[in-house]
């Protein structure tokens, strides 16, 4: 009906009206340098190549601090292309770049899970004579956490990207049917991840020596709006996104996937800085205002101020009780048109036949 379509229409724009016009509240804002190589996931990863790929993250970086560190340097999604709990000089080095920036330094990385016992390996191990699981995985390193010179590395401090690329990350039901995994297709990313089972927020120091804490989402995992409200729930002030979209080159693809970013934003009242390898890097607000940009498929370096927010949105606290609700609204309807259907039927099959006149 008119006064229905009205409705759908005029709430959500009364609300936003209310939103927007309320009266600012003072917030808390950090600075946060987000770094964009632009190193192709498609580029040649063999162990000479790496110094050069990952020189120029540091180099990037170097030049982010020139002017004054900021609270966080955010880098893309498996930046570090060493696994740091495996190689000992690039742990190091790691270490004392981060000394020297003087700032956390919140990335993405490849780590591994070593099986010491055959027997307590995943079957989708035993089926593939593997001895390592990796991750596709976040990790927040703060200056003060070196000691003796290395970066303390520990899955149960990282975390662990829970919604893996289907097909490139790896098989849906491989973990059950191990033959499946041969199904996976090895573009520019290490094959058969596995999955992370939990939330994980990080906690760092500002420059004023506060508290944030951080949650993070690893690639296409911004397409679940459950993930940022993990976050959120578990202490979020601020959100970021790590991610590498090379393999869209130059589709629309990459475009898409950073506008899901606002929505995240929008649910959950936090502002959310985008790292990308290649872009789309961006900072938007709570709001889902895009606040900041940087071109995609250069070198830039994206400086953002954000703000921090407590706040807990209805959607954050509730979830998904609105489309459940609409779900099982649709189902009743369903029900009450095939029952009314089937009582008419019903009578016109039973019901005696009319003589004539």
């Given at each position: 009906?008119?006064?229905?379509?009205?409705?759908?229409?005029?709430?959500?724009?009364?609300?936003?009206?209310?939103?927007?016009?309320?009266?600012?509240?003072?917030?808390?804002?950090?600075?946060?340098?987000?770094?964009?190589?632009?190193?192709?996931?498609?580029?040649?990863?063999?162990?000479?190549?790496?110094?050069?790929?990952?020189?120029?993250?540091?180099?990037?970086?170097?030049?982010?601090?020139?002017?004054?560190?900021?609270?966080?340097?955010?880098?893309?999604?498996?930046?570090?292309?060493?696994?740091?709990?495996?190689?000992?000089?690039?742990?190091?080095?790691?270490?004392?770049?981060?000394?020297?920036?003087?700032?956390?330094?919140?990335?993405?990385?490849?780590?591994?899970?070593?099986?010491?016992?055959?027997?307590?390996?995943?079957?989708?191990?035993?089926?593939?004579?593997?001895?390592?699981?990796?991750?596709?995985?976040?990790?927040?390193?703060?200056?003060?956490?070196?000691?003796?010179?290395?970066?303390?590395?520990?899955?149960?401090?990282?975390?662990?990207?829970?919604?893996?690329?289907?097909?490139?990350?790896?098989?849906?039901?491989?973990?059950?049917?191990?033959?499946?995994?041969?199904?996976?297709?090895?573009?520019?990313?290490?094959?058969?991840?596995?999955?992370?089972?939990?939330?994980?927020?990080?906690?760092?120091?500002?420059?004023?020596?506060?508290?944030?804490?951080?949650?993070?989402?690893?690639?296409?995992?911004?397409?679940?709006?459950?993930?940022?409200?993990?976050?959120?729930?578990?202490?979020?002030?601020?959100?970021?996104?790590?991610?590498?979209?090379?393999?869209?080159?130059?589709?629309?693809?990459?475009?898409?996937?950073?506008?899901?970013?606002?929505?995240?934003?929008?649910?959950?009242?936090?502002?959310?800085?985008?790292?990308?390898?290649?872009?789309?890097?961006?900072?938007?607000?709570?709001?889902?205002?895009?606040?900041?940009?940087?071109?995609?498929?250069?070198?830039?370096?994206?400086?953002?101020?954000?703000?921090?927010?407590?706040?807990?949105?209805?959607?954050?606290?509730?979830?998904?009780?609105?489309?459940?609700?609409?779900?099982?609204?649709?189902?009743?309807?369903?029900?009450?048109?095939?029952?009314?259907?089937?009582?008419?039927?019903?009578?016109?099959?039973?019901?005696?036949?009319?003589?004539?006149d």
């Open positions: 009906s008119p006064l229905l379509l009205f409705s759908l229409l005029a709430l959500p724009l009364a609300y936003a009206a209310f939103v927007f016009n309320r009266p600012a509240t003072a917030e808390r804002e950090i600075s946060i340098v987000a770094v964009q190589p632009n190193v192709s996931p498609l580029a040649d990863y063999s162990p000479e190549n790496l110094p050069d790929i990952f020189g120029r993250q540091l180099a990037l970086t170097d030049r982010a601090v020139r002017p004054g560190a900021p609270d966080l340097i955010l880098w893309n999604e498996a930046a570090v292309p060493y696994i740091l709990s495996d190689d000992a000089a690039a742990n190091r080095y790691l270490a004392k770049q981060l000394k020297k920036w003087d700032a956390p330094v919140l990335t993405g990385l490849i780590e591994i899970r070593d099986y010491a016992d055959g027997a307590l390996r995943p079957p989708l191990l035993v089926a593939q004579d593997r001895r390592q699981e990796f991750f596709n995985a976040a990790a927040l390193f703060e200056p003060s956490t070196v000691a003796d010179g290395k970066l303390p590395v520990a899955l149960s401090e990282l975390y662990l990207k829970r919604r893996l690329m289907p097909f490139l990350e790896h098989v849906p039901l491989s973990d059950r049917f191990p033959a499946l995994a041969d199904l996976v297709i090895p573009v520019g990313t290490r094959p058969r991840l596995s999955y992370g089972e939990r939330t994980k927020t990080f906690d760092f120091r500002a420059k004023d020596g506060s508290l944030v804490r951080v949650g993070t989402m690893i690639c296409y995992e911004n397409l679940y709006p459950e993930l940022a409200v993990d976050a959120v729930r578990d202490g979020a002030q601020v959100l970021t996104a790590i991610t590498n979209e090379g393999f869209f080159a130059g589709s629309q693809g990459q475009y898409q996937l950073a506008a899901f970013a606002r929505f995240r934003a929008i649910e959950t009242r936090r502002a959310l800085v985008r790292a990308a390898a290649t872009g789309i890097t961006r900072a938007v607000d709570r709001f889902g205002r895009v606040t900041a940009e940087v071109p995609v498929w250069s070198e830039q370096i994206l400086r953002a101020g954000v703000a921090l927010s407590d706040e807990r949105t209805f959607y954050a606290r509730f979830g998904d009780w609105l489309p459940k609700l609409c779900l099982a609204a649709v189902g009743l309807l369903i029900f009450a048109a095939a029952g009314k259907s089937l009582v008419t039927t019903g009578a016109r099959i039973f019901s005696p036949k009319r003589s004539a």
